[in-house]
Every structure is written in structure tokens, then in C-alpha cells.
């Protein structure tokens, strides 16, 4: 079981950057696909990004392909999130996940077990 709790969120201006954190407990974090998601008000969770347990295989929404990138420390049992270009569009509350079984649709948001709280970006024009 691992504990997922994500930083970095706040209000930023349009074609800002920020980092989101998620940092992991347990001892086993290299074991899990971990990925990113967000909501936004009155919407559907959706997939953002999502990365490999070694960390050498990354999947993106084209939405944000070219602006974010999902990267991740072992290490340091954290998986990061590189937000660069920000729209009002990408307003919402970012959510971590991780799932350690093989084989799971990265993209698929009921392919993960274990979640974070989320937190939240605003992006004002």
C-alpha cells in the first residue's frame, strides 16, 4: 500500500510554469506505474501524463504534449509533473496515481488503485 500526497498547485498568470510533486511512502514506490490526472469544475477526471516504474517510458494527452513532462525520482519516492506554458484552459485540481500491478493502461483512470488528494492550479488570463 502506498500513501500518495501532492504539492506544488497555486494561481499562476497565463504562460507560466509551475512543478507538481507527489511524493509516495512506503518502500516499494519503484514497483508502481504512476500517473497524472485532473479535474476540472464540472468536468470528468482526465488522464495527463503517466510514467513508467523505471521511469524510461512516459505517456501524454495531446493536450498537454510539447508543455508538460512527467518525470520521476525514485530515490526520493516522488513523481513530478512540469507544468510550462500554462493556459486557463489546464485550470484544475491535479490529482497523482499509482498502481503497482503490470500490464495496466496507462491512460486508464480505473487502471489505479491508489490516489492522491489532489491539488489545485489556476491559471488566470
Known amino acids: 500500500q502506498v500513501q500518495l500526497v501532492e504539492t506544488g498547485g497555486g494561481l499562476v498568470q497565463a504562460g507560466a510554469s509551475l512543478r507538481l510533486s507527489c511524493a509516495a511512502s512506503?518502500?516499494?514506490?519503484?514497483?508502481?506505474?504512476m500517473g497524472w490526472f485532473r479535474q476540472a469544475p464540472g468536468k470528468d477526471r482526465e488522464f495527463v501524463a503517466a510514467?513508467?516504474?523505471?521511469?524510461?517510458?512516459?505517456w501524454y494527452a495531446d493536450s498537454v504534449k510539447g508543455r508538460f513532462t512527467i518525470s520521476r525520482d525514485n530515490a526520493k519516492n516522488t513523481v513530478y509533473l512540469q507544468l510550462n506554458s500554462l493556459t486557463p484552459e489546464d485550470t484544475a485540481v491535479y490529482y497523482c496515481?499509482?498502481?503497482?500491478?503490470?500490464?495496466?493502461?496507462?491512460?486508464?483512470?480505473?487502471?489505479?488503485?491508489?490516489w492522491g488528494q489532489g491539488t489545485q492550479v489556476t491559471v488566470s488570463s
Open positions: 512506503g518502500r516499494t514506490f519503484s514497483l508502481y506505474t
Open positions: 510514467i513508467s516504474r523505471g521511469g524510461s517510458i512516459t
Open positions: 496515481a499509482g498502481e503497482r500491478s503490470g500490464g495496466i493502461y496507462q491512460r486508464g483512470i480505473y487502471e489505479y488503485e491508489y
